[in-house]
């Protein structure tokens, strides 16, 4: 997410708005700016910006000294639309009229676009940050808060606005939807934000804005609005909050946090992807020809990525009738595979930067397969790379252990899957039209599991001192679980192992006595019936069976001594609700023992050694 500042008050702006930059470093950003007023109307606005870090603005502008001023807006950049560059970094302007720093994604913007080009406005930026600058300016006729409602009512999507608008010296404005902002007032001035951390060192007075509020900073103090341009009271409150704990949202963890991030993420990746009852995909820029010319298509990835793909195959196959294969991206170059003409070659990596999965990608250029990435980090080498990509919105990931990432990468594939069925028609109209309304229920739906928190939480405790772990599942419960096992090692250092459920009885079964924990996930109703018989398998051998189903299957609770449900869903999406229950276990048992849960022993965020 990208970290927005603004400032007016009596002392230099510049630093002020840096020093809170630094304080949401922990966001994640590859560019950043300011823009300052020098307190003259007369005075065009302008914007310094830089790509990298905030060092290099720090020096840019001579630690503030080279741009004086009593107001301004600050923005660090987590790219989402247009690669990390200079141009692209905030804040946008407007004629030197309006400046703008945005946090969000606006889904319209390619619309809006063409549109205030169509006014004669020239853009300097891909970004969609830039199409709201020039509609500030194009509303703007001497009333700023007449010309930021009329500006956002032709907005779709989220965001967190700070604006300046050149005739108003000294003033800061705000508003936002659906991404956060704070506004704040100490001695020295007042500010906004897009969260605490940034303000901490000055003021722990805070307000929070609701949706569609409009804020007004001003020597004179803080005034709020509503869309109809009144004046609107709002609480203050105190943040009792350390540094610490408000860079993680008040949440313990960041992995805490970032799971429930999640339903944020998947609107954010979702909802730009479906426009009137269709997946739109343009951005891949992938013919209806060249996807109708796939004949086979070859996977490759890392850890929980791996996992991806292994669901991805079952849907892809299922969905859009396309042979996959699935191959660790540490493995695929080294068993010098056959690949046929007509393959294309997909690559998973939520960093982007995962030297296995590069260079599996390397490897399927030089074999000359067309290349497809799903990635989260804007402009890395594996998204620069790949001839087509497609980016996920679930925000910087900062816990080690992926989360929200892995859940907006499932959604990617099932879109995928559901495009290319729809376009190599393999998908009726009335199996496509249900998928697309159970993926826009995706998100309400994860968090209705995450109100069962306290649940999973209370069972987590019950087997956190298990010695061995047994995941198992079929078809694409036993992709799920593969994940499950892996978030259970990885953060509790647990032993946990995945087993395709019809798989147990070919050997590991005689790990199973007395006590063993053993998670079922049962889910594809067309496999529950076998499914069952294994976990029958499992207890009459003495396991403690829990089990993860979906509601109205209370049969489970014959066969399992603890059943957790999650709501109801087309088959293929239930792997992206079983995994929030899965990640709440992990993180509550690695609690429970005492780990760091945001950084285990011995891992990386992002592996780019081979
Ligand atoms: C996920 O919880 C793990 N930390 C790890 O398996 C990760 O998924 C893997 O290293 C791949 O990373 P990538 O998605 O950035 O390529």
Same mark, same amino acid.
């Given at each position: 997410?990208?970290?927005?500042?603004?400032?007016?008050?009596?002392?230099?702006?510049?630093?002020?708005?840096?020093?809170?930059?630094?304080?949401?470093?922990?966001?994640?950003?590859?560019?950043?700016?300011?823009?300052?007023?020098?307190?003259?109307?007369?005075?065009?606005?302008?914007?310094?910006?830089?790509?990298?870090?905030?060092?290099?603005?720090?020096?840019?502008?001579?630690?503030?000294?080279?741009?004086?001023?009593?107001?301004?807006?600050?923005?660090?950049?987590?790219?989402?639309?247009?690669?990390?560059?200079?141009?692209?970094?905030?804040?946008?302007?407007?004629?030197?009229?309006?400046?703008?720093?945005?946090?969000?994604?606006?889904?319209?913007?390619?619309?809006?676009?063409?549109?205030?080009?169509?006014?004669?406005?020239?853009?300097?930026?891909?970004?969609?940050?830039?199409?709201?600058?020039?509609?500030?300016?194009?509303?703007?006729?001497?009333?700023?808060?007449?010309?930021?409602?009329?500006?956002?009512?032709?907005?779709?999507?989220?965001?967190?606005?700070?604006?300046?608008?050149?005739?108003?010296?000294?003033?800061?404005?705000?508003?936002?939807?659906?991404?956060?902002?704070?506004?704040?007032?100490?001695?020295?001035?007042?500010?906004?934000?897009?969260?605490?951390p940034a303000i901490l060192p000055w003021t722990r007075n805070v307000a929070y804005l609701e949706n569609m509020e409009i804020v007004r900073l001003s020597p004179e103090g803080i005034t709020f609005f509503n869309l109809d341009g009144e004046p609107i009271e709002k609480e203050f409150t105190t943040v009792s909050w350390d540094v610490e704990a408000a860079e993680k949202g008040?949440?313990?963890?960041?992995?805490?946090k970032e799971i429930h991030e999640q339903p944020k993420a998947m609107e954010d990746t979702i909802r730009p992807h479906i426009r009137d009852g269709r997946i739109v995909m343009d951005e891949l820029g992938m013919s209806d020809d060249e996807i109708r010319g796939i004949r086979h298509i070859q996977m490759a990835a890392c850890g929980s990525a791996w996992h991806v793909c292994?669901?991805?195959?079952?849907?892809?196959?299922?969905?859009?009738?396309?042979?996959?294969?699935?191959?660790?991206?540490?493995?695929?170059?080294?068993?010098?595979?056959?690949?046929?003409?007509?393959?294309?070659?997909?690559?998973?990596?939520?960093?982007?930067?995962?030297?296995?999965?590069?260079?599996?990608?390397?490897?399927?250029?030089?074999?000359?397969?067309?290349?497809?990435?799903?990635?989260?980090?804007?402009?890395?080498?594996?998204?620069?790379?790949?001839?087509?990509?497609?980016?996920?919105?679930?925000?910087?990931?900062?816990?080690?252990?992926?989360?929200?990432?892995?859940?907006?990468?499932?959604?990617?594939?099932?879109?995928?899957?559901?495009?290319?069925? #729809?376009?190599?028609?393999?998908?009726?109209?009335?199996?496509?039209?249900?998928?697309?309304?159970?993926?826009?229920?995706?998100?309400?739906?994860?968090?209705?599991?995450?109100?069962?928190?306290?649940?999973?939480?209370?069972?987590?405790?019950?087997?956190?001192?298990?010695?061995?772990?047994?995941?198992?599942?079929?078809?694409?419960?036993?992709?799920?679980?593969?994940?499950?096992?892996?978030?259970?090692?990885?953060?509790?250092?647990?032993?946990?192992?995945?087993?395709?459920?019809?798989?147990?009885?070919?050997?590991?079964?005689?790990?199973?006595?007395?006590?063993?924990?053993?998670?079922?996930?049962?889910?594809?109703?067309?496999?529950?019936?076998?499914?069952?018989?294994?976990?029958?398998?499992?207890?009459?051998?003495?396991?403690?069976?829990?089990?993860?189903?979906?509601?109205?299957?209370?049969?489970?609770?014959?066969?399992?001594?603890?059943?957790?449900?999650?709501?109801?869903?087309?088959?293929?999406?239930?792997?992206?609700?079983?995994?929030?229950?899965?990640?709440?276990?992990?993180?509550?048992?690695?609690?429970?023992?005492?780990?760091?849960?945001?950084?285990? #022993?011995?891992?990386?965020?992002?592996?780019?050694?081979?």
């Amino acid at each position: 997410m990208c970290g927005i500042v603004g400032y007016t008050g009596h002392v230099q702006a510049a630093p002020v708005l840096m020093d809170g930059l630094e304080r949401l470093e922990y966001r994640g950003y590859d560019s950043a700016g300011i823009c300052v007023s020098d307190g003259d109307a007369a005075h065009p606005l302008k914007a310094l910006r830089v790509k990298g870090r905030l060092s290099a603005l720090r020096e840019a502008s001579e630690n503030g000294k080279a741009v004086p001023g009593l107001s301004g807006i600050g923005h660090t950049r987590w790219a989402t639309h247009g690669e990390p560059t200079v141009e692209n970094a905030h804040p946008h302007l407007s004629g030197g009229k309006v400046a703008v720093v945005h946090n969000g994604i606006i889904e319209n913007y390619a619309e809006l676009r063409v549109k205030l080009q169509g006014r004669g406005y020239v853009f300097e930026s891909e970004t969609d940050t830039e199409t709201i600058a020039h509609l500030l300016h194009y509303y703007d006729h001497g009333d700023p808060v007449d010309a930021i409602v009329r500006t956002v009512m032709h907005l779709k999507g989220s965001f967190a606005l700070g604006i300046l608008f050149e005739e108003r010296p000294g003033e800061v404005y705000g508003i936002r939807r659906d991404s956060p902002l704070i506004a704040a007032t100490s001695p020295e001035g007042s500010f906004i934000a897009s969260d605490v951390p940034a303000i901490l060192p000055w003021t722990r007075n805070v307000a929070y804005l609701e949706n569609m509020e409009i804020v007004r900073l001003s020597p004179e103090g803080i005034t709020f609005f509503n869309l109809d341009g009144e004046p609107i009271e709002k609480e203050f409150t105190t943040v009792s909050w350390d540094v610490e704990a408000a860079e993680k949202g008040g949440y313990a963890h960041f992995m805490l946090k970032e799971i429930h991030e999640q339903p944020k993420a998947m609107e954010d990746t979702i909802r730009p992807h479906i426009r009137d009852g269709r997946i739109v995909m343009d951005e891949l820029g992938m013919s209806d020809d060249e996807i109708r010319g796939i004949r086979h298509i070859q996977m490759a990835a890392c850890g929980s990525a791996w996992h991806v793909c292994m669901t991805a195959k079952y849907i892809m196959e299922r969905m859009a009738r396309i042979p996959v294969d699935v191959d660790l991206a540490s493995e695929f170059r080294y068993r010098d595979p056959v690949l046929e003409e007509g393959t294309m070659l997909m690559v998973v990596s939520q960093s982007g930067e995962t030297a296995d999965s590069l260079a599996a990608l390397r490897y399927g250029k030089q074999q000359g397969m067309l290349s497809l990435a799903i990635v989260n980090v804007v402009g890395s080498s594996i998204a620069r790379e790949a001839d087509r990509v497609f980016y996920t919105a679930a925000g910087p990931e900062i816990a080690v252990a992926t989360t929200k990432a892995y859940s907006t990468q499932l959604a990617a594939c099932v879109m995928l899957a559901l495009h290319f069925g #729809r376009i190599r028609g393999v998908v009726d109209d009335d199996t496509y039209a249900a998928h697309v309304e159970a993926l826009l229920k995706m998100p309400e739906q994860i968090r209705e599991i995450l109100r069962g928190e306290a649940r999973m939480q209370w069972l987590a405790g019950k087997y956190a001192n298990t010695r061995d772990a047994f995941f198992i599942g079929r078809g694409l419960d036993y992709a799920s679980v593969l994940e499950g096992a892996l978030k259970l090692k990885e953060i509790s250092y647990i032993h946990a192992e995945a087993y395709a459920a019809g798989e147990l009885k070919h050997g590991t079964i005689s790990l199973i006595e007395k006590g063993s924990m053993v998670l079922a996930v049962a889910t594809q109703k067309d496999l529950m019936e076998k499914e069952v018989s294994n976990m029958v398998e499992v207890r009459a051998r003495g396991g403690t069976l829990l089990a993860l189903t979906m509601e109205g299957n209370y049969d489970m609770e014959d066969q399992a001594d603890f059943t957790i449900y999650v709501p109801r869903t087309e088959d293929v999406l239930y792997p992206n609700l079983v995994v929030v229950p899965l990640q709440l276990l992990a993180y509550y048992v690695s609690l429970s023992r005492g780990i760091d849960v945001d950084k285990p #022993r011995n891992l990386a965020k992002s592996v780019t050694v081979e």
